[in-house]
């Protein structure tokens, strides 16, 4: 069992950055590949960004390609999601997820391949 906890959300300005965190107990989390989803008000969640356990793979969504970044600290059971350039249709609800993979280099953009899932940290970018 894996337990995820997001923090780092807020309010900011559009053109601000927040850096979210997702942090990890429970089973060795290092073997685990990561992610990052948000649902906005009224829409179904979406994919955001996803980064193998061993950090080597990565993939952005389109819409925020060039301006978040995902990264890992395998050593402080932590998953990042970096956020430059936030604009106002960046404000949802950002949740991690993780899931055991066999292959360290897998990554996946699919909620269903994700079995372990945060509560959510809320991001509001102002106009």
């Known amino acids: 069992q894996v337990q995820l906890v997001e923090s780092g959300g807020g309010l900011v300005q559009a053109g601000g950055s927040l850096r979210l965190s997702c942090a990890a107990s429970?089973?060795?989390?290092?073997?685990?590949?990561s992610g990052w989803f948000r649902q906005a008000p009224g829409k179904e969640r979406e994919f955001v960004a996803a980064i193998s356990w061993s950090g080597s793979n990565t993939h952005h969504a389109d819409s925020v390609k060039g301006r978040f970044t995902i990264s890992r600290d395998n050593a402080q059971n932590t998953v990042y999601l970096q956020m430059n350039s936030l604009r106002p249709e960046d404000t949802a609800v950002y949740y991690c997820?993780?899931?055991?993979?066999?292959?360290?280099?897998?990554?996946?953009?699919?909620?269903?391949?994700?079995?372990?899932w945060g509560q959510g940290t809320q991001v509001t970018v102002s106009s």
């Open positions: 429970g089973r060795t989390f290092s073997t685990y590949a």
């Open positions: 997820a993780a899931s055991f993979q066999p292959i360290s280099t897998t990554i996946s953009t699919r909620e269903g391949s994700y079995n372990y």
